[in-house]
């Protein structure tokens, strides 16, 4: 075990070799300066000193030997009679010689003895004769400073040392703060008095309007409810995609109520020590309750919420402070006016006991925006925004299926900024759709130089995807945009497709169409330079993922009919899925989705076979424009001049 650690340890780490032996270094000082300071003081007191027994001392008292007695309560110090003689004596002839000799310098030999608990020793010392005795006066303040030197130095030193091992280990663990910051609720809980959101400033999610109104009623006048015995509600929870307007409801729920919300987000529970999250869950209860009614927001509350039972041994963190919650959630008395509102767009991993009745119980679900709540969406981040008369804010909402709310948004200020960009007052409907691309694509790479080989690929890959989505739809227009302008985020070039306007059902004809129009672009290059490109590898990804979703989730197989084979593992971030069947189905799976695949790659090439005219005629005119849309392309199909076609209302500029 050690051994191995040792070897691990070899790896070239010369950074600890050299600290162990700065260490060493410093002890081996230490020790020899200790000596050293023992040396000296015992040759100090050494000089001319002997020790003498207690007997030897008293005998010699008793024959009138000493001189001079200097009493401790450990030692006596004495000198005697014959030494003090000789030392003058010593001196005299010392100064005959050298007038200038110091007087009293010829030093008088001592002798020290432990004295014993002797109380004759004085009237003794009297009767023969000795000339001084007593003890030194001690200076009270140098006991305080050997005090404060032998005893407290030495502790504040250490604890000086542990102090700067503690920051020193938690600075290379990553700062936890201090230790003193241990357990304390220092969670960025955000209270705002008033959230000035209104309703009104949430657009479309009438749905979840509606089911929050009662909330708010409640917060008004709770008694309405107590009185007939009804119990209120304790939360409820918002799922959604992200960027679907959640926190903005919770905080128009806030705003239109009048009262002061709290808001937290999940990951901001998840610390490194154990305890800290159930103290903060505590903390924020224990503030929500002073000043109630009012809502408590909990942002990604999946990421303590998740189910205890889905993982070994499990995290305790999460677990207590998931605890924690339901226990402060049972806790609080209704009637006060806590109103808990969590947020989640992955409600099927939260654990069954938040979503027991008088808990999380209510489920509001915040759903992408429909063309009318796009277009209200739109009209309200517009409302200080300085539009130009060819604004036309319905065509951007059709233009921007499948856009959250925040998308929106977002789209409405990259607007403006473009306008102030080119020198305008107002926002145009050019300046709105570019920033829709921006938005969804990113910005244009500038700087990418394709060849005019690739560029003709590009184009008839991208209008490949196009004519084979536009002819099995009866001629209805079905992308919004294709261009061979690399952006960022995209691909060399890219069509954009409409989604589909409010459809909730997809048939396997559908999906059958679906994953044509995905191998349309490869199936152009095949057909026009007999070629592949790696630029399809991204629709092949999804093609295959569609048919594999065709058979195992949705049941549309021959083979294996309605039986499913996968379970959903999380609807609304990236549906990502597990198999749920044997490995010998799965292989089976496999093959029944290459079939699927290679019918609709044979039917997407005939498509564009019996179109050859209207490929080549599209892809001249985007290789000349680089950028056109859908109506752009539908005119051409029908045999008209594209330039007249109406681009949702705008002038390219
Ligand atoms: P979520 O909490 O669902 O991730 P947010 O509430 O944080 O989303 O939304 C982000 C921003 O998007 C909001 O501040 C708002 O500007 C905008 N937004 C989202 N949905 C809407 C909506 N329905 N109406 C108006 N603005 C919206
Ligand atoms: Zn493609």
Redesign the pocket.
């Known amino acids: 075990m050690n051994q191995n650690n040792n070897q691990n340890n070899q790896g070239g780490n010369k950074n600890n070799r050299k600290n162990t032996l700065g260490i060493l270094s410093i002890v081996l000082w230490a020790v020899i300066l200790t000596a050293a300071m023992q040396l000296l003081v015992s040759a100090l007191r050494s000089d001319k000193t002997d020790e003498i027994p207690y007997s030897t001392f008293r005998q010699w008292v008793m024959e009138d030997k000493v001189a001079t007695v200097k009493m401790t309560s450990s030692q006596f110090t004495f000198t005697l009679v014959e030494d003090e003689k000789a030392a003058q004596e010593a001196q005299e002839t010392a100064q005959q010689k050298n007038p200038f000799f110091p007087v009293g310098k010829t030093p008088v030999k001592q002798y020290v003895t432990a004295p014993l608990n002797d109380d004759d020793i004085i009237p003794l010392m009297e009767e023969h004769g000795v000339k001084e005795f007593g003890t030194d006066l001690v200076d009270q303040s140098t006991y305080v400073w050997s005090f404060i030197l032998s005893q407290i130095l030495p502790i504040v030193l250490m604890v000086a040392a542990m102090i700067f091992l503690f920051r020193f280990m938690s600075s290379k663990m990553g700062g936890m703060g201090g230790v003193g910051g241990v357990g304390k609720a220092n969670a960025k809980v955000y209270m705002e008095k008033k959230t000035g959101v209104t309703f009104a400033d949430v657009a479309g999610q009438d749905e979840a309007k509606e089911s929050l109104e009662e909330i708010i009623d409640f917060l008004h006048n709770p008694g309405k409810y107590t009185e007939i015995g009804a119990k209120l509600p304790k939360g409820a929870l918002l799922v959604g995609s992200p960027g679907t307007g959640k926190t903005l409801l919770a905080k128009a729920v806030a705003g239109e109520a009048n009262v002061p919300f709290f808001s937290i987000s999940g990951s901001d529970f998840v610390e490194m020590f154990v305890g800290v999250g159930a103290s903060r869950v505590r903390d924020l209860f224990k503030e929500a309750a002073k000043v109630a009614p009012c809502i408590i927001f909990i942002d990604e509350i999946d990421t303590i919420g998740k189910s205890r039972d889905n993982r070994m041994g499990g995290n305790d963190e999460r677990e207590q402070t998931l605890n924690q919650l339901l226990a402060e959630l049972d806790g609080f008395d209704p009637t006060k006016g806590i109103i808990v509102l969590a947020a989640t767009n992955r409600p099927e991993v939260l654990d069954k006991a938040l979503l027991r009745p008088g808990r999380f119980d209510r489920r509001i679900t915040v759903d992408r925006p429909n063309l009318a709540g796009r277009l209200a969406t739109l009209q309200v981040h517009t409302r200080n925004i300085r539009l130009a008369e060819d604004v036309d804010l319905k065509k951007i909402a059709q233009a921007t299926a499948g856009c959250v709310g925040a998308d929106l948004a977002n789209l409405v200020n990259e607007a403006a900024l473009r306008a102030v960009r080119h020198g305008r007052k107002a926002v145009n409907q050019q300046d709105l759709l570019s920033s829709f691309e921006l938005v969804i694509a990113g910005a244009e790479k500038k700087g990418t130089v394709l060849t005019e080989k690739e560029k003709r690929l590009i184009a008839y ?2 209008v ?2 196009a004519l084979v989505a536009a002819k099995q739809k009866d001629d209805v227009m079905p992308v919004s945009k294709i261009t061979i302008v690399p952006h960022v985020q995209g ?1 060399l ?3 954009l497709h409409l989604p589909e306007e409010e459809k909730f059902l997809m048939t396997k004809e559908d999906l059958y169409s679906e994953i044509r129009t ?1 191998l ?3 199936c152009a290059e095949e057909l026009v330079f007999d070629t592949k490109t790696s ?2 590898s ?2 092949i990804e999804r093609a295959t993922e569609l048919a594999r979703k065709l058979v195992a989730m949705f049941g549309m197989s021959d083979k294996f009919g309605a039986m499913g084979l996968t379970t959903v593992q999380n609807q609304y971030l990236d549906a990502s899925y597990g198999l749920t069947c044997a490995q010998a189905t799965a292989a089976q799976l496999d093959e029944e989705v290459r079939k699927i695949i290679d019918s609709c790659h044979k039917e997407a090439r005939g498509i564009l076979e019996e179109n050859r005219a209207d490929l080549d005629a599209v892809a001249a005119y985007l290789l000349e424009k680089e950028t056109i849309t859908g109506q752009e392309m539908m005119a051409i199909l029908k045999g008209d001049d594209p330039a007249t076609a109406d681009n949702y209302g705008a002038n390219p500029s």
């Open positions: 890959h991208e490949g995807h691909a070039g890219y069509t995905l349309g672009g490869r630029g399809a991204n629709d």
